[in-house]
């Protein structure tokens, strides 16, 4: 089965920092991947996915995340941080078998943005 | 506007009773799905559907049930048997494909008192 980690549960940047989120998939084939963002007691927002058209991918909100399959990484940044970023992020990975398919997420990365 | 919609937005249940929560989708998707989020352990899928009158066993479907009679519809009813139901519970759907994102409800928090 696929899975993902993120690492780091809580990353505290300022505004305007540098925004560095880690994700490491475990995949024996070529996987498709997903950001998502959360704020609070809300649902989930898609940021951008990987489905090997790239490997560097832009998604909404400014972020953008790099696909190493030498690494096994998909860590999503953000150049300049703003406190409306300040939410919780999930990486995800297709999971697909002969039931079906579905998402499987990591565990989450809360990010704090502080003035 | 086409989008899931989930009620309701707070339950409450009193232990030892089953509770349905709804969950309807207007995207013309042939999946859905079902996740329980609590704090520090991400999304955990409960169960998930692809087509109609079809459904499998997430990692952690115990205490759980689910019907996909309809395209639109896919009830969640977390029964007596579930140990700890307070939860965060999300709904999904998307086509079958597996580049394709899930698109999200806005979630029912289910408190048990």
């Known amino acids: 089965a696929q899975s993902v980690t993120q690492l780091g549960s809580h990353v505290s940047v300022s505004e305007g920092a540098l925004v560095l989120l880690r994700c490491n998939y475990s995949s024996s084939v070529p996987p498709y991947l997903f950001w998502y963002v959360q704020y609070p007691n809300q649902g989930l927002q898609l940021l951008l996915k990987y489905t090997s058209a790239a490997t560097l991918v832009k998604g909404i909100n400014g972020f953008e995340a790099e696909f190493k399959k030498s690494e096994t990484s998909f860590h999503l940044t953000k150049p300049s941080a703003h406190m409306s970023d300040a939410a919780e992020y999930f990486c995800?990975?297709?999971?697909?078998?002969?039931?079906?398919?579905?998402?499987?997420f990591g565990k989450g990365t809360t990010l704090s943005v502080s003035s | 506007d086409g989008g899931i919609t989930q009620s309701p937005k707070y339950l409450f249940r009193k232990e030892g009773q089953n509770v349905t929560l709804s969950c309807e989708q207007n995207?013309?998707?042939?999946?859905m799905y079902w996740y329980r989020q609590d704090p520090g352990q991400g999304l955990r899928l409960i169960y998930y559907?692809?087509?109609?009158?079809?459904?499998q066993k997430g990692d952690i479907a115990e205490g759980y049930s689910v019907s996909r009679e309809k395209k639109e519809s896919f009830p969640l009813t977390v029964t007596s048997a579930q140990k700890n139901p307070t939860a965060f519970y999300l709904c999904?759907?998307?086509?079958?494909?597996?580049?394709?994102?899930?698109?999200f409800g806005q979630g029912t928090r289910l408190t048990v008192v």
């Open positions: 995207l013309n998707h042939d999946a």
């Open positions: 995800a990975v297709s999971d697909f078998n002969q039931a079906g398919t579905a998402l499987i």
């Open positions: 999904a759907s998307s086509p079958r494909t597996p580049s394709t994102e899930a698109f």
């Open positions: 559907s692809q087509i109609v009158n079809d459904f």
